[in-house]
């Protein structure tokens, strides 16, 4: 057994029926889920069951870390979700850019539910959301800007039980104050791979210099440009990605003994630059082209 798959037993069942019966628990008691993705793998960070889960729920879909993500594929993925009816909202959590567009982007998501609360009287009455998402995804960053408050979320407090809370977004709108935790999907070697580069699942995961030569195989097809100006190398689909992590290594000048280059350096600086946002905004899917 591989060790991404022996981290996808640990998630069942214990892990997943706990994270589902939070969720079950909590949907009632909201009007609209907001589920967040990172914006450079809405695919690989969205839940495998998510449209069972929020069944019958409007919903929002929030592509978080645009700062990182290439602006045109978040443009397509928007309309790509948007061909499948569903209402995006494109944030960058870290800096707050977009959080405060999310009170009208909900209320377009419930425009209905809105109109149904009008005709009875009941102007006022709060409109409840709640965020759900993948570990790591932004969730305690996003609910703590839309918020605005800095206080750290009782996620971060192992132990601690508590009633549940809302939060106040705006004079309509109230967040369920802890995010839903979704599991991540398992399905393949590339899906995990893409959890890993981006943090959303540990590195023990996959070693480091599989995961960096992924990383350039990856970017040989979509960005070799931005490889070449950075590895000093001339990227291509036709080699293998452990041959160009080499490239790399030998084009950053990354040598051990006998000029040897040193993959292991090369690797651990490759996926820190990727991650930090040193090599541009560099997204990892792209939307499948329309038929
Ligand atoms: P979670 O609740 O879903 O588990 O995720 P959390 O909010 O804890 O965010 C995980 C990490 O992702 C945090 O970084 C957070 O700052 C970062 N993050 C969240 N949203 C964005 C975004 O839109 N853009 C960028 N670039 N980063 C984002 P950290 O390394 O754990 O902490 P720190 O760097 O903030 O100190």
């Not at 967040?36 to 729920?57: E, F, Q, V, W, Y």
């Not at 977009?98 to 009941?122: C, M, N, W």
């Not at 759900?132 to 839309?146: C, E, Q, R, Y």
Request: aromatic share 6%; glycine share 8%; with cysteine.
């Amino acid at each position: 057994m591989s060790d991404f798959e022996r981290t996808a037993v640990q998630w069942y069942p214990g892990h997943m029926t706990k994270a589902r019966r939070d969720i079950e628990a909590s949907l009632p008691l909201v009007d609209a889920v907001c589920e967040i993705l990172d914006a450079r793998i809405p695919m690989s960070s969205r839940n495998p069951d998510i449209d069972t889960l929020a069944a019958g729920k409007p919903r929002l879909v929030i592509l978080n870390r645009v700062d990182l993500a290439d602006p045109d594929v978040t443009a397509r993925w928007r309309q790509w979700f948007k061909r499948g009816g569903l209402y995006v909202l494109e944030t960058d959590a870290k800096s707050g850019r977009g959080v405060d567009k999310f009170p009208q982007a909900l209320k377009t998501v419930l425009k209905d539910k809105i109109e149904h609360y009008e005709s009875r009287g009941q102007t006022g009455r709060p409109l409840k959301a709640m965020i759900l998402g993948i570990p790591n995804v932004g969730k305690s960053t996003f609910i703590n800007k839309a918020a605005r408050r800095k206080a750290a979320l009782a996620g971060d407090r192992p132990g601690v039980t508590r009633g549940r809370q809302w939060i106040t977004v705006d004079e309509r709108i109230v967040l369920l104050d802890t995010p839903g935790i979704l599991w991540p999907r398992f399905d393949s070697v590339e899906v995990g791979e893409a959890l890993a580069l981006t943090g959303a699942v540990k590195d023990e995961i996959f070693d480091r210099e599989s995961l960096a030569a992924g990383f350039l195989s990856r970017m040989a097809r979509t960005a070799p440009e931005v490889i070449a100006a950075r590895y000093k190398f001339t990227p291509s689909p036709e080699k293998n990605g452990y041959e160009m992590l080499a490239d790399a290594a030998r084009g950053r000048g990354f040598l051990i003994s006998r000029g040897e280059p040193d993959t292991e350096r090369a690797a651990n600086i490759i996926l820190n630059e990727y991650r930090g946002g040193k090599l541009g905004r560099l997204s990892l899917e792209a939307p499948p082209e329309a038929e």
